[in-house]
């Protein structure tokens, strides 16, 4: 799996789960996809991405996009 890859799960994840909490828990949990989907808009355009560069510490491989 390369850092693309592994960007897109764990957004995938985080949107699930948050999701899961808004439904059950509290709606407040919303807020989390709402910051998902800015941050993954905003590696769109600048090529930054937090969860890239933590990924690539902890040893995985890198993708195209996030190299």
């Known amino acids: 799996m390369t850092i693309d890859r592994a960007v897109l ?3 995938g994840a985080m949107v699930l789960v ?3 909490l808004a439904a059950f828990v509290s709606l407040w949990w ?3 996809t709402a910051f ?3 941050n ?3 590696a769109a ?3 930054f991405c937090p969860a890239a560069i ?3 510490k902890v040893g ?3 993708g195209c996009a996030f190299d």
């Open 9 to 11: 799960a764990v957004a």
């Open 45 to 47: 355009f600048s090529g």
């Open 54 to 56: 933590v990924l690539r």
């Open 40 to 42: 993954m808009l905003q």
């Open 36 to 38: 998902v989907g800015a």
């Open 18 to 20: 948050s999701a899961a």
């Open 60 to 62: 995985i491989k890198p």
């Open 30 to 32: 919303l807020l989390l």
